[in-house]
């Protein structure tokens, strides 16, 4: 599938929940990684006026989450995080972040996922484990 076509199918998915809240928006994907972007804005600040770790760990799950569902493309499969960590490493107060899944093992039914979160200049913000499980949907 092209990339316009899979970052359209994404956005889609992000209307009516956390996602289009956070104004999450999925930017490149391609055979190994999915990037999504999210502002920093106060709406996702903590209350010292730095973006909270919590909207960064949302972000971090959701691209991870979706990666999977992009990379394997098996539409009879249903993907769910388990477990995510996150090491937040710098402050970020305005401007963008952005986090790239890429997967470090994708087995059939356990996936494990590196998130990297950056600002606008590349800089590291977060970096995020998540392990996600792949189950037949019903």
């Known amino acids: 599938m092209e990339k316009e076509k899979v970052l359209e199918i994404c956005n889609a998915l992000t209307k009516g929940n956390l996602m289009e809240t956070l ?4 930017v490149d994907v391609g055979e190994d990684f999915l990037s999504a972007r999210m502002p920093v804005t106060p709406k996702v600040h903590q209350l010292d006026g730095i973006l909270h770790g919590g909207a960064t760990v949302a972000l971090a799950e959701t691209v991870g989450s979706a990666a999977v569902s992009v990379l394997n493309r098996d539409p009879k499969v249903s993907t769910l995080g388990i477990e995510i960590s996150a090491n937040h490493v710098r402050s970020v107060r ?3 972040v952005t986090a790239t899944a ?3 093992h994708m087995g059939k039914t356990i ?4 998130i990297r979160v950056v600002d606008d ?5 977060s970096h995020c ?3 996600t499980i792949s ?3 019903k």
């Open 129 to 131: 484990k998540l392990s």
């Open 121 to 125: 200049e590349g800089q590291l913000i």
């Open 111 to 114: 996936q494990l996922w590196e």
């Open 94 to 96: 305005s401007g963008y």
């Open 102 to 104: 890429k997967p470090l």
């Open 23 to 26: 104004e999450i928006e999925f």
């Open 135 to 137: 189950r037949p949907k």
